[in-house]
């Protein structure tokens, strides 16, 4: 599953460095996963980076959006990884 970031986020912005998918970013109202982006961090950690930052957590699974280990390894495959 990818991350999301629920209303109570706070915009401290803390997470946002800490993403090795550049996937979090400032929304229209709060920070934001981009799904496309985050393979809960399989490919870098065994934890996903933000959640373990996140002072008020509010970073959680998206029910809608479940990948097993392979696909999310797949996604990461596909991402640039220029930077
Ligand atoms: Fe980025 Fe990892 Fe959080 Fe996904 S789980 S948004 S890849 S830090
Ligand atoms: Fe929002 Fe949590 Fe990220 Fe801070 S660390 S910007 S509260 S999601």
Same mark, same amino acid.
């Given at each position: 599953?990818? !991350?999301? $970031?629920?209303?109570?986020? $706070?915009?401290?912005?803390? =997470?946002? #460095?800490? =993403? #090795?998918?550049?996937?979090? *970013?400032?929304?229209g &109202?709060?920070?934001?996963?981009? #799904? &496309?982006?985050?393979?809960? =961090?399989?490919?870098?950690?065994?934890?996903?980076? =933000?959640?373990?930052?996140?002072?008020?957590?509010?970073?959680?699974?998206? #029910?809608?959006?479940? &990948?097993?280990?392979?696909?999310?390894?797949?996604?990461?495959?596909? !991402?640039?990884?220029? *930077?």
């Amino acid at each position: 599953m990818a !991350l999301m $970031i629920t209303d109570e986020c $706070i915009n401290c912005a803390i =997470c946002e #460095p800490e =993403c #090795p998918n550049m996937a979090i *970013s400032m929304g229209g &109202e709060h920070y934001e996963v981009d #799904p &496309e982006r985050c393979t809960e =961090c399989v490919g870098h950690h065994d934890q996903p980076q =933000c959640q373990q930052v996140c002072p008020v957590d509010c970073i959680i699974l998206d #029910p809608h959006r479940r &990948e097993s280990k392979d696909e999310l390894q797949a996604k990461f495959d596909r !991402l640039d990884h220029a *930077s």
